[in-house]
């Protein structure tokens, strides 16, 4: 069974730059995954933020951007917002298909 | 404007079934692969299963296969998950995607429980 791992919790201070990782159990993560993230508050859908590892939505902040990191996927968020507080999803793609990391829940404090 | 619109969600005994519709609209739906994600209450996000645009090509998770079917009607713009055989562990919100999940509904709520 396909694991991908995230960090469960992270914290980071207003201004502040954090990176969130994702890696797969299958080994090391490159393009060929896709990766995606996403951004959930509570009670709302998901949101889109970032496609095929490096790639904008329109609406996505410039202050997001995403990577491939020693293997994994990564997605950096630089000079975080009160309002960037949520859980973020990854989603990487394998052969016919699709598995989501588990979660990282980003507080700002 | 992209939409996408679920329904159909509700309580369902264990081992009953359930069909889930999902109404897009705002986008060439036939152009489009289409998703099904879940979450538990209280849970992260599961991918469940995707379809293809004329629907020739579907994938399933492991624990949905042989019990779920994910279909599609191209000329009334519409997406389809028919759940079978349910279980309790099938509680959760379902939410319809487009394609590698840029856009999303809003969800519905299945609770599997007697």
Request: glycine share 12%; net charge neutral.
């Amino acid at each position: 069974q396909t694991v991908v791992t995230q960090e469960p919790s992270l914290t980071v201070s207003p201004g502040g730059t954090v990176t969130l990782t994702c890696a797969s159990s299958t080994g090391a993560v490159t393009s060929d995954y896709l990766p995606s993230w996403f951004q959930q508050k509570p009670g709302q859908a998901p949101k889109a933020l970032i496609y095929s590892t490096a790639y904008k939505h329109s609406w996505t902040p410039a202050r997001f951007s995403g990577s491939l990191l020693g293997g994994k996927a990564a997605l950096t968020l630089s000079g975080v917002q009160p309002e960037d507080e949520a859980e973020y999803y990854c989603l990487l793609r394998y052969s016919g298909y699709w598995v989501f990391g588990g979660g990282t829940k980003l507080t700002v404090l | 404007e992209v939409q996408l619109v679920e329904s159909g969600g509700g309580l369902v005994q264990p081992g009953g079934s359930l069909r889930l519709s999902c109404a897009a609209s705002g986008f060439t739906f036939n152009n489009y692969w289409m998703t099904w994600v879940r979450q538990a209450p209280g849970k992260g996000l599961e991918w469940v299963g995707n379809i293809n645009q004329d629907g020739s090509e579907k994938y399933y998770m492991d624990s949905v296969k042989g019990r779920f079917t994910i279909s599609r009607d191209n000329a009334k713009n519409s997406l389809y998950l028919q759940m079978s055989s349910l279980r309790a562990e099938d509680t959760a919100v379902y939410y319809c995607a487009r394609g590698a999940c840029d856009y999303w509904g809003q969800g519905t709520l299945v609770t599997v429980s007697s």
